[in-house]
């Protein structure tokens, strides 16, 4: 230890030598001296690194990876997607975003509302969507007829694993049946109805009812009555609702659709099923758009009718009343008469010969007590003898009824000569017997009835005054859709002057009704009401009011009113009202139909063999120069107006798949966004000891 603090000292003597020797010996060092020094001594310029100098030794095994600039747009969207997740309270409950959806639904945004699921859930939100919102989504496309959109969301669906639901179906088969291409909505229909078979999916009543209603509409009649057997086999009861989608598919077939209608009615009333509104509704369409068939068909319909009144007095305690003689009918039941005409000349002799063979007889005419007392010696009776065989009046044969319940049979065999509407009406009781029907099954006629009642009465002004006072007595309103059809059927009478009346009278209703609180009841021209006032406008001049009108009401006139002007303009060869209607066209920017440009085409060729015929004979007349300034007109018309664009087949679905045009005016549509926080509504209770 000794040792050790001599050295420490020597040390410390040593150092202080050379302290002494720095400080009392100066050294001048010039600023270049300095300078070189420095670069002498500098190294960092002549290192090379071999590696990154932050890594210390090579034991470590983990590779480093460098950061890439990255320039895919598929890389940055990933990216993008992993960086940026949204907050919790940035998402919204699915029965949130359901509400949005429907709104678009409502307002007929097709576009907007799949954009909530595919961009806003998907995308932005990152909500796992449920079936509920395919669902919506479904629906809404099927009820557009965007059946190719319907069946992919259906595919989405499958691959997030959601179980489709019958609603789910439901709505596939309404995409199939309002598809605007009907064959492929047919084969749509098909391959899911195969598909629901193979993967065991069992459909509820509403999926057969659906069902029916699309193979019918979609032109498979058999199909949608085997539909029925299966219902019948699997022992489901068939209810009304399933008649009235039968009746609906029976629309389709119009050569023997009102003979399927009249077997499906008859089918109802034997299992006793009672009709509703839309079933005499659907009725009142078959007879106006469908036919009875060939004989053979309209044979065929009264061995069923015989069948199911036997059937029905079999079975039932109250059987229907038949009313049939076996004299008649004893050679030939089903034998259908030739005409209606030696059915009422067989008739007439029949009545005839009994009233001939009666006038020989003696007809016993009781007395009164009295005279009975009085004459109790002389005779009992007195008879009188008929002088002169005064034949008697005709008798109208009543037209059989054959949505009755009782059913003359014998009625029924002049079915064949059934071809206008009007007597397709009389068949099914026309108008008093209709609503007789109707009031038997309790059922109260809406104006839609009446509606349609207008076009398969007598095309006359009586009848149609004695359906106004029908309405009126019932104490119903007339909508503009009434009024509309009234206008309608007087103008393809060609009774405008009835028809504008009409107008007269909507006028004064709509004055009265302003009044009513409920504005779904007060009444108000539409455009359909002009479309079909066009038909009246014969002259230019009623055209230029019909369209000042139009401009008054802020109703924007569309290619078939302006083609329903043209068509009185080339109809009666007024070259100033075609040109004023083709002037139209191309202020207003309308694109022009196939049927505008068929008018045009064919009165240009008409007026063409016209000139061709006054060139032959050598005649200058007015008729000619009217055509060449029109001629003119045309082929100018036509570059202006680019008819190749204009007439190429626009696709259905174009419009659902761009976003809604902004309109120049305020828009009254408007989305309510839910809340995304929701303020608990507390309220201070105090607290009350009840004292015992």
């Not at 409502?106 to 954009?115: G, P, S, T, V, Y």
């Not at 300034?629 to 696709?651: A, M, Q, R």
Request: net charge positive; with cysteine; aromatic share 8%.
């Amino acid at each position: 230890m000794a040792l050790r603090c001599l050295n420490f000292v020597k040390n410390i003597s040593r150092n202080k030598s050379i302290i002494y020797f720095v400080r009392h010996n100066s050294f001048n060092i010039t600023e270049k001296e300095r300078a070189s020094a420095a670069k002498t001594f500098k190294t960092e310029n002549n290192v090379t690194y071999l590696e990154d100098p932050d890594t210390f030794g090579t034991i470590s095994k983990i590779p480093i990876i460098k950061d890439e600039i990255i320039e895919d747009e598929g890389d940055l969207q990933e990216e993008n997607f992993q960086s940026s997740r949204p907050l919790k309270s940035q998402q919204l409950t699915i029965k949130q975003y359901s509400d949005i959806i429907k709104q678009y639904v409502q307002n007929k945004r097709i576009k907007e509302a799949l954009d909530v699921l595919e961009v806003r859930m998907l995308k932005e939100d990152r909500v796992k969507p449920e079936n509920y919102i395919y669902n919506i989504l479904i629906g809404a496309c099927a009820e557009v007829g965007y059946t190719k959109r319907a069946f992919k969301l259906y595919n989405d669906m499958k691959k997030r694993a959601l179980k489709p639901t019958g609603d789910t179906y439901t709505c596939l088969f309404e995409a199939c049946m309002n598809s605007p291409w009907k064959e492929n909505g047919l084969k749509l229909a098909r391959n899911l109805r195969n598909l629901m078979i193979e993967k065991g999916v069992e459909p509820n009543l509403t999926n057969y009812n659906v069902m029916i209603k699309a193979f019918g509409r979609c032109g498979d009649l058999p199909m949608a009555f085997k539909i029925v057997d299966e219902m019948i086999s699997k022992k489901i009861k068939i209810r009304v609702h399933t008649f009235n989608h039968l009746l609906h598919a029976c629309i389709t077939d119009k050569e023997s659709g009102l003979r399927h209608a009249l077997i499906v009615w008859r089918k109802m009333l034997t299992l006793r099923e009672k009709p509703n509104i839309y079933s005499f509704n659907l009725i009142l369409k078959c007879v106006k758009e469908c036919n009875l068939g060939s004989k053979e068909d309209i044979q065929e319909l009264i061995n069923i009718i015989k069948a199911t009144i036997l059937q029905a007095n079999n079975k039932s305690n109250r059987p229907l009343q038949i009313d049939s003689s076996k004299d008649k009918h004893s050679k030939d039941e089903i034998k259908l008469l030739l005409s209606p005409s030696s059915v009422s000349k067989d008739n007439d002799n029949e009545l005839q010969n009994s009233y001939d063979h009666s006038a020989n007889q003696l007809l016993p005419i009781p007395l009164n007590e009295e005279q009975d007392n009085t004459s109790q010696n002389k005779e009992n009776s007195i008879t009188l003898r008929f002088v002169t065989q005064n034949k008697p009046s005709k008798t109208n044969q009543s037209v059989p009824n054959l949505l009755s319940q009782t059913l003359q049979l014998e009625q029924v065999y002049g079915l064949q000569e059934v071809n206008k509407v009007q007597d397709k009406f009389a068949i099914v009781g026309g108008q008093d017997d209709f609503l007789e029907q109707m009031a038997f099954y309790s059922v109260k006629p809406d104006i839609k009835i009446f509606t349609q009642m207008l076009e398969v009465i007598d095309n006359n002004i009586e009848a149609e005054n004695k359906v106004l006072c029908t309405i009126k007595s019932m104490k119903l309103l007339p909508d503009i859709e009434f009024y509309n059809m009234l206008i309608k059927k007087r103008c393809l009478r060609l009774d405008y002057d009835n028809a504008f009346a009409v107008k007269e009278i909507i006028e004064k209703e709509s004055k009265r009704r302003m009044r009513l609180p409920n504005k779904k009841r007060r009444l108000k021209v539409n455009i359909m009401t002009y479309g079909i006032l066009a038909m009246a406008c014969k002259t230019k001049e009623d055209g230029e009011k019909l369209l000042n009108e139009m401009k008054e009401k802020q109703l924007k006139v569309n290619i078939q009113i302006l083609g329903t002007l043209l068509r009185h303009g080339t109809a009666n060869s007024k070259f100033g009202y075609v040109l004023y209607v083709m002037d139209i066209v191309k202020q207003e920017n309308l694109k022009p139909n196939d049927i505008f440009m068929k008018h045009l085409e064919l009165f240009n060729e008409k007026c063409e063999a016209i000139v061709k015929k006054y060139k032959q004979k050598q005649v200058n007349s007015v008729f000619v120069d009217a055509y060449n300034g029109f001629s003119k007109s045309y082929s100018k018309w036509l570059t202006e107006v680019n008819i190749e664009e204009t007439l190429k087949i626009e696709d259905p679905w174009k419009q659902f798949q761009e976003t809604h045009p902004e309109t120049v005016q305020r828009e009254i549509f408007k989305i309510d966004e839910p809340k995304r926080f929701y303020k608990r509504n507390r309220k201070f209770v105090p607290l009350i000891v009840k004292v015992n």
